[in-house]
């Protein structure tokens, strides 16, 4: 019987993880530059934490989440989302005890199960950020200029735009709220069976429909920005202002509303403007939640994040032509000629890779203008033919694969001459 992989997931093979590889590297190195450290949490949680902290409205909630019962008789979800595990994470370990910001990241895979389409897969592999203790607006600036800096890092910065929206506090969201139900009232038989749910529970959430995203209902809407109170206008303009001063474009969008129910103030979305990159274009996407934490069972606590999907990320560098890999060649190939040969090269192969040099051998028996090519599709640096003439003297000719060039070295300085 021959299995295969489970609709909406996807193999990464060895000639394709060095862009995953490079792609992290670039992840790792962005976070740590803005103090931010790594957390894992597990790939499956108690089902109520996601439907408490994403909203039963959600459609991650309502259609796409993996759900089981474990052996215990325990209603589980896999991770559909980071955030609300950091926020478990972040209550149950007490970071709130801890003075000033806490900025933490993860990278790992996320199981949705919705309709596969080109870079949307059930699992697919999430890089987040989230940020707790600090409700000033130049944490959310923070917080964007980190997801820019990332792909700008990947050469995306002249490829994307940020997309900047304020849901406001409950003050003004209650306002809008009824601003919607009444606006919304007279299309409601126009609306999808979604939207028309939606209605009843929130109305808010229509505005993230993709199917009425053309129609007139959406487009007459009122606007959230019309409906914030005063302080909460002042914070959205503060974080206009300080996006202004640290230099990133951004674009005010008065539908985004994000898909979870937890979001509050200030949100966005980095999309990609890549000619045939195709109509699912948002890279990244977060914002404000300062409300989450307690609603969690912990103490009133700010937080801000986002979420970005590497395979878009990857796909965003292919349309737009842009290559990078982890440098993956091989600096030494050995090709032993008999079995003290071997034996030679598998003692001298062993000092090497302890002293962290990359390197292969083939110990078959095929000729060696076949074991050659072998070399060269490991793209060496250096090859090596090992004789009884090399076993007996201790000296190797190494082989410069791009000029041709042999240098003699002694076995015992051989980590020294790679490594230099």
């Known amino acids: 019987m021959a299995f295969s992989k489970p609709k909406g997931t996807y193999d990464v093979m060895p000639t394709e993880s060095g862009k995953w590889q490079y792609v992290e590297q670039i992840v790792r190195e962005v976070a740590r530059a803005y103090n931010v450290h790594e957390i894992r949490t597990p790939m499956f949680e108690a089902s109520d934490l996601y439907h408490r902290s994403a909203g039963e409205t959600s459609d991650v909630v309502s259609k796409e989440t993996y759900d089981f019962k474990d052996r215990g008789d325990r209603d589980m979800t896999l991770r559909p989302e980071g955030t609300a595990g950091v ?47 600090v409700d000033h607006p130049l944490q959310d600036v923070e917080i964007i200029t980190l997801a820019c800096l990332v792909l700008k890092k990947l050469g995306l910065d ?91 474009a ?11 129910d937890y979001y509050t103030h200030t949100i966005f979305e980095v999309q990609a403007d890549i000619p045939g990159f195709g109509a699912q274009t948002t890279l990244c996407g977060g914002g404000r939640y300062n409300k989450l934490v307690e609603e969690l069972g912990g103490p009133a606590t700010p ?28 600096d030494v190939f050995f090709l032993p000629m008999g079995i003290a040969a071997e034996r030679m090269v598998a003692r001298a192969m062993s000092e090497i890779r302890a002293a962290g040099v990359v390197c292969e051998a083939d110990f078959s028996e095929r000729k060696l203008k076949a074991r050659f090519k072998l070399a060269d599709d490991a793209r060496a640096r250096y090859t090596v033919v090992v004789g009884d003439a090399e076993v007996a003297n201790g000296v190797l000719n190494v082989k410069d694969a791009a000029t041709g060039d042999q240098t003699a070295i002694k076995v015992k300085d051989l980590v020294n001459f790679l490594k230099s």
């Open 250 to 260: 951004y674009e005010y969008d008065r539908n985004l509303v994000r898909g979870f």
């Open 303 to 330: 937080g801000i994040g986002f979420g970005m999907g590497l395979e878009r990320v990857l796909l965003a560098l292919e349309a737009a032509e842009i290559e990078h890999s982890m440098d993956e060649r091989v």
């Open 158 to 248: 002249q490829n994307v735009k940020v997309k900047l929206n304020s849901l406001g506090s409950d003050a003004s969201r209650d306002l809008y709220r009824m601003a919607l139900v009444d606006h919304f009232a007279n299309y409601r038989d126009d609306l999808c069976s979604d939207c028309q749910t939606r209605f009843e529970k929130n109305p808010l959430r229509i505005l993230d429909c993709k199917r009425d995203a053309e129609s007139p209902a959406m487009q007459s809407a009122p606007e959230m920005v019309d409906y914030l109170v005063e302080e909460d206008l002042a914070y959205f303009n503060a974080v206009k202002a300080g996006l202004e001063a640290v230099g990133i």
């Open 87 to 133: 926020v478990r994470s972040f209550i149950e370990n007490k970071l709130y005890t801890k003075t000033g910001a806490q900025k933490m990241y993860y990278i790992g895979p996320m199981f949705r199960y919705e309709r596969q389409q080109k870079g949307r897969y059930r699992q697919h592999v999430q890089f987040g950020v989230e940020a707790f203790g």
